[in-house]
Each structure stands twice: as C-alpha cells, then as structure tokens.
C-alpha cells in the first residue's frame, strides 16, 4: 500500500509536466521551474463541496493572481485509483511558478488580491471555511532539475 503513495505524486507531476511539454503551435510552452503540491482529505460525502468551495473561491484568487503574474498555474487534481479508506488524501492541488520569488511571496500574493476577489468577505472567515472543508495532509515544493526536449 505504500508503495503506491510514493508513485502517485511522481505519476501526477510527470503526468502534468509531460502536458506542459506539448508542443502548441510550432513552439513549446516551457514547463514551471517550482511546483507546490499540496495533498488534502476530504471526509467521505463531502466532496462535491470541497471541490465547489476550490472551484468557486479559490480558483477565483488564483486565476487573478495569474493575471497579475503572481503566480503560473494551479490545478486541482482528484484521486482516483488507489482507493479505500486508509488512503491518506483524496485530492492533491499544485501551484506552479517560473520563479522564486513568486514561491516565496506566495502567501503575500493571495493576500495582496484577496479583497479585489471577495470583497466583503473577512479573510479569516475564508481561512475558517477552507479548513472546515478539508484536511491538510502535508505539502512539498518541487524543483525542476533537468529536462529534455
């Protein structure tokens, strides 16, 4: 059973790398220097709400922080196979940024384009709602190395 949670993020991350290495057009989009994985698990029924909650709040934040070059990309990634309830996390999100920088102020950047995105809404009712929703299982930041073309 282990041995599956190791393969799983290297099948992920390879996965969406490989996509980002499809040539579009005749040029290829280079792939993110720095990927932020974060691995959650939602309680059994309540799904369809964390997905709603990252798909209606957080997506919103992060689409303008892309537009503000703040940040290069984010995806919200369901688990499919392995299954059963001693896995550890049901969904995995990836933040992806071209430079350090952008990783370092990550925090800061959501903040700076909080209120632009949810005006009105107190940042740590936000906070509250996003841990209600689901559990932080841990994270890592992943450095490209190498590639080839």
Do not use: C
Not at 8 to 31: D, M, R, Y
Not at 101 to 109: F, R, W, Y
Not at 125 to 131: E, G, L
């Amino acid at each position: 059973m282990k041995a599956r949670y190791i393969w799983l993020p290297l099948v992920i991350v390879s996965a969406f790398l490989a996509g980002t290495l499809v040539p579009i057009g005749k040029t290829q989009q280079k792939p993110p220097k720095y990927i932020e994985v974060t691995y959650m698990k939602v309680d059994p029924g309540r799904e369809s709400d964390y997905v709603k909650f990252e798909r209606e709040q957080w997506k919103p934040l992060h689409q303008e922080r892309i537009k503000e070059g703040k940040l290069s990309s984010w995806h919200l990634f369901g688990v499919k196979f392995p299954f059963g309830t001693a896995e550890k996390y049901s969904y995995v999100t990836m933040n992806t940024f071209d430079q350090f920088s952008q990783l370092e102020n990550s925090a800061a950047s959501i903040e700076q384009v909080f209120g632009k995105v949810h005006p009105g809404v107190k940042p740590e009712d936000f906070i509250s709602r996003t841990f209600k929703s689901r559990d932080l299982v841990r994270g890592e930041v992943w450095v490209l190395i190498e590639q080839a073309e």
